[in-house]
């Protein structure tokens, strides 16, 4: 069954096509994007002047103009669509939103941050070298590497992974995640433990498909991983409201914000991608849509922040409370806003040695927050030099990623258990510090990797994201019978991964993170998405009589 893979296709019919059909919300965006970079560097510089503010819009700057030189462009979004938003997730989230959302909260770029030369002058290296990793990565698939691609390709065609699915299907993937994220409501898993964790394995297979749970959300942009709309907007958006909510008290029963939040996120990115693609019309300032727009922003800054600090407020009381009460308790909570609002005075004013607190909007900074950055390379400036027990600990996550058969059989001596009860982040502390592991604080790979190999770890940056940009890209296809471009819905399920997979993912922590996607993560994620996809064909067949 042919579902449109590129077995031939050259940049120059590429281009051809789009010089003809080139989306214009991609020039918009580029327009607009430059304005507002444009007028924040120019309100921090005059309401926050400092050396540090200017090195640092600075770096802002000259940050955008490579990704709208070397990276906006039609033949990056239309071919290599996941592996472009890897790097514009990067500058995004680095640069774009820091620069902009801080003046929106009255604040300098350069806020809290105690080394705010070096975390923009990694973050613009690391930039740099993901756009000539990218650079690379696009010569050689067009040259030697597209044989390999495309059998790829042919191989995944004869699974699931691109074959179209109907809304019912869709919908049936999402309650089959939502069984995931009960399972780790019920039993108590929190955000950062469930991978490092030491239940059992099936226990971690059952939660792995969370991820799923968010599938519902893409019923809304269809055209990202279908040809043809198969029913009407409206009846998905009533059912999406809904399923919010169920979300929603999921979330708060495991005492996760992101259990919600994520979903939402995963939408407006691909809506974006949609948008500079061309699948989604440009055309989006109509009244209506300015409406929701107002409403949703509202939500945003004020009733899910404040549940989100409801949450927060009830998290002590999280491993003697179960699922019911956890709900109840931060509905409480999140009625008394007196209650919210002295937690966070307190917040704003407490003093810490591990302090996290760039964004004061509680969902911002779980999307973009350059303290973690500011934090790791302040450990590694006290540790001063490569570490060679933090090296030894990033080598050894590596190996944690094989199956304890295959280390017991090339001899290599790893306890997994002990390697992964801790973060890098917590690693960090505690070779700079002396104490503190087991918190799974959140680590950022500029820090970590200069304490691990110093200012090679750009290089092993760029060694382990070219073979990420290959495999995520095969989740995109591109018809040239049609001239579409599709994504995999398993690459729209994990697309808020895919968007922060350098900034603020458990992959950011390192760079050896990236051998450990490579390796397990990719070939995890579309194992799941095959169980899933059947498992719901399934069903559906049982329950209409139709494939």
């Not at 995931?180 to 898993?189: E, V």
């Not at 017991?408 to 700079?432: M, P, T, W």
């Amino acid at each position: 069954m042919d579902h449109g893979i590129p077995y031939r296709i050259d940049d120059y019919s590429l281009n051809r096509h789009y010089r003809s059909t080139a989306p214009v919300f991609l020039s918009m965006f580029k327009r607009w994007m430059w304005i507002v970079v444009l007028s924040s560097t120019f309100a921090q510089c005059i309401f926050f002047t400092s050396t540090e503010t200017v090195f640092a819009v600075g770096c802002v700057v000259s940050a955008w103009a490579l990704t709208d030189k070397l990276l906006l462009t039609n033949i990056n979004i239309s071919k290599y669509t996941l592996s472009t938003v890897v790097i514009l997730g990067f500058s995004l989230t680095q640069f774009f939103i820091p620069i902009s959302f801080t003046l929106i909260e009255g604040k300098p770029l350069v806020f809290n941050l105690d080394y705010s030369y070096d975390v923009f002058i990694h973050s613009l290296l690391s930039l740099i070298t993901l756009l000539i990793a990218h650079i690379l990565y696009k010569s050689w698939r067009k040259d030697t590497g597209l044989a390999l691609f495309n059998w790829c390709q042919r191989i995944l065609n004869k699974t699931e992974l691109y074959s179209p699915k109907t809304d019912l299907q869709v919908w049936l993937m999402g309650f089959i995640g939502t069984v995931g994220l009960t399972a780790k409501a019920i039993l108590g898993y929190s955000d950062d433990n469930v991978a490092e964790s030491g239940g059992d394995s099936l226990t971690k297979f059952i939660i792995g498909f969370k991820v799923f749970s968010y599938a519902p959300y893409f019923l809304l942009i269809k055209e990202l991983y279908n040809l043809k709309k198969a029913e009407s907007y409206r009846t998905s958006t009533k059912g999406i409201v809904l399923y919010t909510l169920l979300l929603m008290t999921i979330g708060m029963a495991s005492n996760s914000r992101g259990t919600f939040m994520a979903g939402i996120t995963a939408f407006a990115i691909a809506y974006l991608v949609g948008l500079l693609l061309g699948k989604v019309s440009y055309k989006i300032f109509t009244p209506k849509n300015i409406s929701w727009a107002l409403v949703g922003l509202w939500l945003l800054t004020g009733p899910l922040v404040d549940l989100g600090t409801a949450m927060v407020i009830v998290r002590g009381q999280r491993s003697s409370m179960s699922g019911s009460e956890l709900v109840s308790q931060t509905l409480t909570t999140f009625q008394n806003k007196e209650a919210l609002t002295k937690y966070r005075e307190l917040a704003r004013g407490r003093v810490r040695l591990w302090d996290e607190h760039y964004f004061d909007n509680i969902f911002l900074s779980r999307f973009s927050n350059l303290k973690y950055n500011d934090l790791s390379l302040g450990m590694a400036n006290k540790i001063g030099s490569v570490d060679d027990k933090m090296q030894e600990y990033s080598i050894d996550r590596i190996f944690t990623t094989f199956p304890q058969p295959i280390l017991s059989a090339l001899q290599i001596n790893v306890d997994k258990k002990v390697v992964n009860s801790s973060s890098f982040g917590d690693y960090l502390y505690y070779r700079a510090s002396g104490g503190g592991l087991g918190g799974f604080r959140l680590g950022q790979f500029a820090g970590t990797g200069m304490t691990s190999f110093g200012w090679w770890y750009l290089l092993i940056l760029a060694a382990g994201i070219i073979p990420v940009y290959f495999l995520l890209d095969l989740f995109v296809t591109y018809s040239a019978k049609t001239g579409k471009t599709l994504i995999s819905l398993a690459g729209l399920v994990s697309i808020t991964s895919t968007f922060t997979l350098l900034s603020l993912s458990s992959l950011s922590e390192s760079v050896v993170n990236l051998f450990s996607f490579i390796i397990r993560g990719w070939i995890q994620l579309v194992v799941l998405y095959l169980i899933v996809a059947a498992t719901s064909r399934f069903i559906s067949y049982m329950l209409i009589g139709k494939k």
